[in-house]
């Protein structure tokens, strides 16, 4: 059983930055693919980001290469998504998800824990 943890959520102006945190308990972390998912009020959830466990291979949705970076410290059991270049549109309710399986994938469904999710809000 693996649970996760997100923190760092906030409120920011369009063009600030925010760090998000995804904390992980259990000792197979680093065998674990993580990834990052959005949900906007009304809007199904979407894939952000994601990182491999073995090899620290990542991806992004091309609406935010080169505004965000996600990285894992697998020591801390920690999973990171730097945000800068805030938009408005960036605004939903962030998740961090574990996959058993050591591959990225955009669809949900293939990853087994979730966490409670942290609140991103950027203003204009």
């Known amino acids: 059983q693996v649970q996760l943890v997100e923190s760092g959520g906030g409120l920011v102006q369009a063009g600030g930055s925010l760090r998000l945190s995804c904390a992980a308990s259990?000792?197979?972390?680093?065998?674990?693919?993580m990834g990052w998912f959005r949900q906007a009020p009304g809007k199904e959830r979407e894939f952000v980001a994601g990182?491999?466990?073995?090899?620290?291979?990542?991806y992004y949705r091309e609406s935010v290469k080169g505004r965000f970076t996600i990285s894992r410290d697998n020591a801390k059991n920690t999973m990171y998504l730097q945000m800068n270049s805030l938009k408005p549109e960036d605004t939903a309710l962030y998740y961090c998800a574990a996959g058993y399986v050591d591959n990225v994938y955009a669809l949900p469904q293939k990853y087994d824990y979730w966490g409670q999710g942290t609140q991103v809000t950027v203003s204009s």
């Open positions: 990182i491999t466990g073995s090899n620290g291979r990542t």
């Open positions: 259990g000792r197979t972390f680093s065998t674990y693919a």
